[in-house]
């Protein structure tokens, strides 16, 4: 068997993970996360009973907590995804996203460097931190090119900027200390189990209940799409074949503008829930929060040729599961909504 600690385990692209990984037959999950308002254990509830799967609340920068679970159950891997992921709420409140992300991945970092050298050389060899980033920490791309693993950093937001923080100590530690790392950057993901503050969710759930389909700006701003259980696969090979040291873009080879996202929903709801006039009608056009990026478009060429790993879902036939998900669980998505959140755009530097 081999044990993996999952951080941000209750979360989107950590809770389709954790699914995923539970359901191989020789592996084990310890799952840490802090249940924030984006961590939810609904999104568990298939493998909350599950013995594979072992639920940890707590916060990734307890370097106590963090240590006891090295010592308690010498995981094989490190799989990062505790993260403070909202643009928007960086924006309001950088201060989290410095701590979670920051600090946060150094204490991880710290915890994995003991128990790596406390351990014998066969076992120092089959240990692995992979580190999930994203392709916001490259900046913004002109009309052309895309963002390959060689592209130079230029955040643009706190949030961004505290990721690319938290990708430089990760590979400082391979350099530095020689212990084996890998770090990943996304494209955006959509599908199952993500919090309605991010566009997708939030535009099915606004269509459904007639409200307003906020999109910032002119709608032009160009994003690369990725269904989530495509990015769960590419991290489940990069950390059983990645080569310590090394960074992988993954992304899903699909450029939309924000429009085009949204009116590819509103078509897709006018096929499977129609209404009397079309959901497109709800688009608004509000003020653009700042920062915001023009194009994001990565390159994910490399882990295709070194890894064999290429998307599965085109944006249609993913955009259709994830609309359907959303209208099957509407008991789920009622749960997370009764939180602190109630579907505003945030960001707009309104203190």
Known sequence: MHTILVTGGAGFIGSNLVRKLVSQENIIVINLDKLTYAGNLESLYSVMNNPKHIFVHGDIKDR????????????????NLAAESHVDRSIDC???????????TFELLEAYRINWNKSDSARRESLRFLHVSTDEVYGSLGPEGLFSEDSPYAPSSPYS?????????????????????????????YGPYQFPEKLIPLMILNAVNNKPLPVYGDGQNVRDWLYVEDHCQALF???NNGVPGETYNIGGNCEKTNLDVVRTICATLDELLPKNKSYSSLITFVKDRPGHDRRYAIDAG???????????ETFESG???????YLDNQTWCQRVLDGSYRGERLGLGVS
């Not at 950088?94 to 946060?104: A, E, H, L, R, Y």
């Not at 490399?302 to 599965?312: D, N, S």
Request: glycine share 4%.
């Open 64 to 79: 106590n907590l963090v240590n006891e679970l090295f010592e308690k159950y010498q995981p094989d891997a490190v799989i």
């Open 94 to 104: 950088p201060s989290d996203f410095i701590q979670t992300n920051i600090v946060g």
């Open 161 to 189: 900027a505290s990721k690319a923080s938290s990708d430089h100590l990760v590979r400082s530690y391979f350099y530095t200390y020689g212990v084996p790392v890998l770090i990943t950057n996304c494209s955006n993901n």
């Open 237 to 239: 090979s990069v950390l």
């Open 302 to 312: 490399k882990i295709r040729r070194e890894l064999g790993w290429k998307p599965k």
């Open 319 to 325: 955009l259709k599961k994830t609309i359907r998900w």
